[in-house]
């Protein structure tokens, strides 16, 4: 079976990072991608946009690392969204209801535009304040 290829490219503008992802998301190049992000918050990264435009298939280990790094951005009082998701990655979001956690900015708060990724505002669901951590350990509120 071939090798899964996933690219993963990072420019810095001070404390915000932005990740641009390239190839498919799956269970073999998800551990890549983790690396990536943990690498970002130990660095001092205090934003992270994640820009998935040329990503061409995300599985559901794609989604746990998405919400594990959400969740550690947030112990850290740091931000990370995603854009531009593919569809495969879409569903998931829209199945799991997890969209908001990793779509918009801060939770609460109105996304901030970023330099060099298009805004897919038009397609951002409304937020929702609830603790990551709360929907991270499964309590339901």
């Known amino acids: 079976m071939p090798r899964t290829q996933l690219t993963v490219y990072r420019h810095d503008r001070r404390k915000r990072a932005l990740i641009t992802l390239v190839g498919e998301i799956d269970q073999e190049s998800a551990p890549l991608v983790r690396t990536a992000l943990a690498q970002c918050l130990r660095d001092g990264i205090r934003t992270l946009d994640i820009d998935l435009t040329p990503v061409t298939f995300c599985a559901c280990s794609g989604l746990n690392v998405f919400l594990h790094a959400a969740q550690q951005a947030a112990e850290g009082g740091c ?9 495969t990655l879409g569903l998931i979001l829209d199945v799991t209801g997890s969209q908001f956690l990793l779509l918009g900015g801060p939770l609460g708060c109105p996304p901030a535009p ?9 397609h951002t669901p409304p937020h929702r304040t609830v603790p990551l951590a709360s929907l991270l350990s499964g309590d339901a509120r």
């Not at 931000?79 to 569809?87: D, G, Q, V």
């Not at 970023?114 to 038009?122: S, T, Y």
């Open 114 to 122: 970023v330099e060099g990724v298009p805004d897919p505002a038009a």
């Open 79 to 87: 931000t990370l969204r995603l854009h531009n998701p593919p569809p």
